[in-house]
């Protein structure tokens, strides 16, 4: 009889056991089909989209702000510029260096504060408050240069290199919420390019604008009406998250939260300040923006001299031409980010792998073309112009490199990695130009300026080379911290 009844308990046992996993198979089952249809059904513009185009607009402007004066102190500054005698004009003006240096002292200070508080509080209201007192002193500089002079612009130059200092991290928190790694090299490189775009488009405009019966002053105030209209733009179209957003559609939603393991649009865990700063793929990181952003600044700020000085080729006379390197650079950012994208979703690649090959890419070719344009001799104008665009377009590369490596390595903390880097990577806009003082005595010898462009190149290529040996795109253990303490307990 107890054979029997043990028997019999086996038997019901294994009845129940088997009753409870079919149900939990065809549980499994349903979310699975689930998930499916609901993959199925994701759109292909949605919501996300519509916040990386927010995010371009607001790079895209924010670039041509911080050229328009470049370009439109020349009018400020000579008066036979001017159409208009009414057109008010400074030609007593001594400190036009500084004044456009102004916007440096302002751009460094804020980036790691803007990080951590878009990661803690979401960069929302900070993007739109930031750029709406960046594009009320950019109205404003006509009011300052007349009643205040250059010591006035200075002013209003260095709040809107202050307020600007908090977009990239915003705009990184934002992007850290709302584009999935399958998606994130393209829709990345869409908003990380908008700069050059929006510079080719600052210089013209401002340009067009300054010479024309209107006056410089009105390029100020075109930009400025265009930076408040993006802040209302920005209030009734932009989320920090899927979560805050009340119309995106369930299938868009459970896409990007699925795929990006967090719902919320605030980190409310602590940071892991010492993890940050004692990670190699941070220090990597910053090594290599740094690199590139010192090579970035030389041939932004002295190419133009180099062009005019040494190979007697004025570029000014040619907007076009002037600007031909970074339209390159920008047409070339969009294929190489669906290509990026591409070779990582079929497996070609590792993400490690993608951001390290199109990072060296990013900054060996512009090297190269720097070693070797300071070779030609100033009878070869037309070839030192397919250099300059070399150098300058094929840098479209390192937007799927290092410029994206903040999302891969902590999505969570991805706003204060790149407050850090950026924040400290551009003094090497202030550095660059110093150097190019101090090498340069005579402007028109061609050895001076070979050592520049080997400088350049040989701190571009050893910083890409630190991203080769320590760089990685994997998320890095504290970006979950209590996830991660969790994990080794168990």
């Known amino acids: 009889m107890a054979v029997e009844k043990e028997q019999y308990n086996y038997t019901d046992k294994q009845k129940v056991y088997g009753a409870v996993n079919k149900e939990l198979t065809e549980t499994f089952l349903k979310k699975e089909k689930f ?56 030609p007593h003006w001594t400190d036009k260096n500084v004044v456009l240096s102004a916007f440096f002292w302002g751009y460094v200070l804020p980036q790691i504060f803007a990080g951590w508080a878009a990661t803690k509080v979401g960069a929302k209201w900070i993007l739109i408050c930031t750029y709406a007192i960046n594009s009320v002193f950019g109205f404003g500089i006509p009011y300052a240069a007349a009643y205040f002079g250059s010591k006035g612009v200075m002013v209003c130059r260095m709040i809107q290199g202050l307020t600007q200092g908090f977009i990239y991290p915003s705009v990184t928190a934002v992007l850290s919420h709302w584009v999935v790694p399958q998606e994130r090299s ?41 930076g408040i209209i993006w802040c ?15 119309y995106i559609s369930k299938a868009e939603k459970y896409y990007i939260e699925s795929n990006l393991g967090h719902t919320d649009g605030k980190i409310k865990h602590p940071t892991p300040w010492k993890a940050i700063l004692t990670s190699k793929p941070v220090w990597a990181l910053f090594i290599t923006q740094t690199g590139n952003n010192y090579a970035f600044w030389t041939l932004f700020s002295q190419i133009p001299s180099y062009m005019n000085y040494v190979m007697h080729f004025n570029m000014k006379d040619n907007g076009l031409l002037s600007s031909l390197p970074y339209i390159v650079l920008w047409i070339l950012s969009w294929g190489i980010g669906f290509t990026s994208d591409f ?15 199109f990072n060296s890419l990013g900054q060996f070719l512009p090297s190269i073309a720097l070693v070797v344009l300071g070779f030609i001799r100033p009878d070869q104008p037309i070839v030192a112009v397919i250099l300059l665009i070399t150098a300058v377009g094929t840098n479209a590369f390192h937007f799927c490199g290092f410029s994206v490596n903040y999302l ?10 790149i ?27 061609p050895l001076q300026w070979r050592i520049v462009f080997f400088i350049a190149a040989a701190i571009s290529t050893s910083s890409a080379i630190a991203f080769i040996i320590f760089g990685s795109a994997k998320v890095q253990p504290w970006n979950e911290p209590e996830k991660h303490v969790d994990e080794e307990k168990i």
Not at 45 to 71: D, E, K, M, P
Not at 343 to 357: E, H, P, Q, Y
Not at 420 to 444: D, R
């Open 343 to 357: 070779v990582i979703n079929k497996g070609i690649l590792s993400r490690t792998a993608s951001r390290k090959t």
């Open 186 to 226: 393209r829709l990345g490189t869409i908003v990380y390019a908008a700069g050059p775009s929006g510079t080719i488009l600052g210089m013209f405009l401002t340009g067009m604008i300054s010479s024309s019966s209107y006056g410089w002053p009105w390029a100020f105030y075109s930009y400025g009406i265009i």
């Open 232 to 246: 209302f733009l920005m209030i009734i179209f932009g989320y920090n998250s899927p979560s805050e957003n009340p």
């Open 35 to 90: 998930e499916e249809d609901l993959n199925a059904s994701v759109p292909k513009i949605g919501y996300r989209h519509l916040q990386v185009f927010l995010l371009f607009l607001l790079c895209f402007t924010a670039f041509g702000f911080r050229v328009n004066l470049s370009v439109a102190i020349v009018a400020m500054t000579d008066p036979s510029v001017n159409e208009s005698p009414e057109i008010p004009s400074y």
């Open 408 to 417: 891969d390595l902590s999505p969570n903390h991805s706003a204060l990695i």
């Open 419 to 445: 407050g850090l880097c950026n924040g400290f990577s551009q003094i090497t806009g202030i550095v660059a130009p110093l150097v190019v003082q101090c090498v340069v005595t005579n402007s028109s010898d």
